[in-house]
């Protein structure tokens, strides 16, 4: 079994930050990418940010410059930092990541529970 626990959420003001984490655990042979989703009210939910295994990073346009994607390979961990953080960034923040279980030949996409994130004064 994996399980992925997300946990740094919260209600900030408006040009605030927060650091999001995502932690997995359980029977874990290797991780692959790792991502982060949002998804607002009403909305769709949208690709945020991605880190492959080598460290590459990719960003929305929506988030760049403000937000980074992080993560420790010694604690299957991925990381956001969100800072400058605007109205529009109120949703729910997922974390996504591509894994392979011990004894199992192919890689799979988990999901995080999800943490909430409020911007607002």
């Known amino acids: 079994q994996v399980q992925l626990v997300e946990s740094g959420g919260g209600l900030v003001q408006p040009g605030g930050s927060l650091r999001l984490s995502c932690a997995a655990s359980?029977?874990?042979?290797?991780?692959?990418?790792m991502r982060w989703y949002r998804q607002a009210p009403g909305k769709e939910r949208e690709l945020v940010a991605t880190?492959?295994?080598?460290?590459?990073?990719n960003y929305a346009d929506s988030v760049k410059g403000r937000f980074t994607i992080s993560r420790d390979n010694a604690k299957n961990t991925v990381y956001l930092q969100v800072n400058s953080l605007k109205p529009e960034d109120t949703a729910v923040y997922y974390c996504?990541?591509?894994?392979?279980?011990?004894?199992?030949?192919?890689?799979?996409?988990?999901w995080g529970q999800g943490t909430q994130v409020t911007v607002s004064s």
């Open positions: 880190i492959t295994s080598d460290g590459n990073t």
């Open positions: 996504n990541v591509r894994l392979r279980r011990v004894g199992v030949g192919y890689y799979d996409l988990y």
């Open positions: 359980g029977s874990i042979f290797s991780i692959g990418a």
